[in-house]
């Protein structure tokens, strides 16, 4: 099975901040990468698929990149509308597999 | 608009079975990959399993943790999908949620399992 080790687990950051989290996998995964934002009590929202592609909608503020073993989810500016849980997901190969997490969390 | 809306979720003793079931529309069940997936109580997202869509027979995989005991089945006709789970263990409690296409995401719906 393909781990994935997301870092930080948490983050405290203020609105305006820019913040990363990073997603690596234990092999190449090439770009089968997706991230995912998730709020109390809701369902998951994919922000970006394909390691670097935005979701219809979503602001341009997110951002992904990276290839093989090493992705980052970028935000540029923090609004307060972002203050969440962050997961990505390989799909490369069975058994899909999530990171663990990040929460995000206000200064 | 796509809309995902899971039921079934209850209270079961350990050892027992549930049948969830995740209502399709705005679009044809058939022609979309569809997975489960699950998120115990203040954990994180664990993948379940995946049925394919007809091109591909409709052919699954499963999570080494549900194999054996979990399966997904469709019925076209009604649009729908169907998780059946079968001797049901206390860490199998968590809210089920189906997905189209690792994108759309049904609300979810609780199972809990315990004596």
């Known amino acids: 099975d393909i781990q994935m080790t997301q870092s930080p687990s948490s983050l405290s950051a203020s609105v305006g901040d820019r913040v990363t989290i990073i997603c690596r996998a234990s092999q190449g995964i090439r770009n089968a990468l997706g991230w995912y934002q998730q709020k109390p009590g809701k369902a998951p929202k994919r922000l970006i698929y394909?390691?670097?592609t935005l979701q219809s909608g979503v602001p341009s503020r997110f951002s992904g990149s990276g290839s093989g073993t090493e992705f980052t989810l970028t935000i540029s500016s923090l609004q307060p509308e972002d203050f969440a849980t962050y997961y990505c997901l390989q799909y490369t190969s069975y058994p899909l597999t999530f990171g663990q997490g990040t929460r995000l969390e206000i200064k | 608009e796509v809309q995902l809306v899971e039921s079934g979720g209850d209270l079961v003793q350990p050892g027992g079975s549930l049948r969830l079931s995740c209502a399709a529309s705005g679009f044809t069940l058939s022609d979309h990959d569809m997975d489960w997936v699950r998120q115990a109580p203040g954990k994180g997202l664990e993948w379940v399993g995946r049925?394919?869509?007809?091109?591909?027979?409709?052919?699954?995989e499963y999570a080494a943790s549900v194999k054996g005991r979990f399966s997904i089945s469709r019925d076209e006709s009604k649009n729908s999908l169907y998780l059946q789970m079968n001797g049901l263990k206390t860490e199998d409690t968590a809210v089920y949620y189906c997905?189209?296409?690792?994108?759309?995401w049904g609300q979810g719906t609780l199972v809990t399992v315990s004596s």
């Open positions: 997905i189209r296409g690792i994108n759309d």
């Open positions: 394909a390691a670097s």
């Open positions: 049925t394919r869509n007809k091109t591909r027979s409709y052919s699954t």
